[in-house]
């Protein structure tokens, strides 16, 4: 089984920062790709960062040059760097992994979600 434990999120004015974090733990083999999706209230759940165990990253176009996903060095933590947070960031964040466990083969995980509200 694998568990995902998210902290950072809470209530921040525009153009501040924020730093969000997901540890993940449990009967993990091996993780490949670890990352952020974000739902806003009334719309679909969006991919917003992901870093692969390589290390290369991808973004949603919306948060180029202001967030940065990044992961520990044992590859079991995952952040994501938010600067010049907007309005329209305010959202439920929540941490996805992927990999694969020491007895049930691969697995998706979600984290809890965390609330990031922008506002002024």
């Known amino acids: 089984q694998v568990q995902l434990v998210e902290s950072g999120g809470g209530l921040v004015q525009p153009g501040g920062s924020l730093r969000l974090s997901c540890a993940a733990s449990?009967?993990?083999?091996?993780?490949?790709?670890m990352g952020w999706y974000r739902q806003a209230p009334g719309k679909g759940r969006e991919l917003v960062a992901s870093v692969a165990r390589s290390g290369s990253t991808n973004y949603a176009d919306s948060v180029k040059g202001r967030f940065t996903a990044s992961r520990d060095n044992a590859k079991t933590v995952v952040f994501l760097q938010m600067n010049s947070l907007k309005p329209e960031d305010t959202a439920v964040y929540y941490c996805?992994?992927?990999?694969?466990?020491?007895?049930?083969?691969?697995?998706?995980?979600w984290g809890q979600g965390t609330q990031v509200t922008v506002s002024s």
């Open positions: 449990g009967s993990i083999l091996s993780i490949n790709t």
């Open positions: 996805n992994v992927r990999g694969t466990t020491m007895s049930f083969g691969d697995f998706v995980s």
